[in-house]
């Protein structure tokens, strides 16, 4: 039988109605669904109860000319293959969402999510307020070889099945997904900063702190003298905002700011993705 899944994302746009994302045995696209179609997916079965078919009803007005994730794959026909699919289909995506905000900037949300499987369970969520304040995020058909590469030669490092210990990694990214959730602009230039402190201090002692992190963040991520002491002044001033946030002190922070913190996470967490543990002394001289 089919496991299917469907998701309505937020300010997601392409020069492309669907882009595929398939792999292994999975179908995985990303695509506008005609309103016909929504309805067809989605107002089945019809044993549904009237709350949730009026948030069924609201998703369908909200998703229309937007883009959904469509993700579908077939499974053995018994119990416990469909809760292995149910419990299994929130990493999955969470996994595929952290793929594509790693990728490249603009914000990417589930703010929907529905799956079934035929003459069986349905579950659907609540219906979550659209984002108006972000930047949009934009995938173009030609990026998705670039794209389905990246998610291949992220995979493992990205699961963290086998592990049985936190790595600075780990904390970087569950901050910058969680930074990336957060509403108050405060609260996410804290948790990318966490992060970033993760990854370039690496639980050394507190000294000199927003130095040595300007220092190695302009010397891993620029590429000349010029753009290493544009970044380096960039940081300096983002951890004296952040440190002015955390100890209550008078700051002015704008969207922007936190932006900028998030690409330089970004950018850093796919540099430490090559390389865990960067040798500094080799890197600055």
Partial sequence: MTFQYFALLDRFGSDDNELDLSYRDRTLKIRKIPRGKLEDYLL????????????????????????????????????????RANNAVYEEMEKMLLVL??????????????????????????????????????????????LKNFREESSDALSDEKRTTQTVLDIALRRFTDGYERIKLEDRIIDYMIGLEALYLQGEIPSEMSYKLAHRMSVLLADNKEQRQKLFRRIKDSYKLRSHIVHGLKYELKQDETWFVEDQLRLSIKKFLKTPKPNWVNLIF
Wanted: proline letters at 6%; a positive charge; glycine letters at 4%.
């Fill in 44 to 83: 089945r079965p019809k044993s549904t109860g009237p709350s949730i078919n009026a948030t069924i009803q609201t998703a369908i007005v909200f998703g229309e000319n937007r883009y959904w994730i469509d993700y579908h794959y077939e499974v053995e026909d018994s119990k416990e293959a469909k809760i």
């Fill in 101 to 146: 905000r790693l990728f490249k900037e603009g914000h990417i949300r589930i703010v929907f999510n529905f799956w079934r499987v035929p003459h069986g369970w349905t579950q659907l969520s609540s219906l979550k307020f659209l984002r108006s304040d972000e930047r949009p995020y934009f995938l173009k058909a030609a990026e998705l070889p670039a």
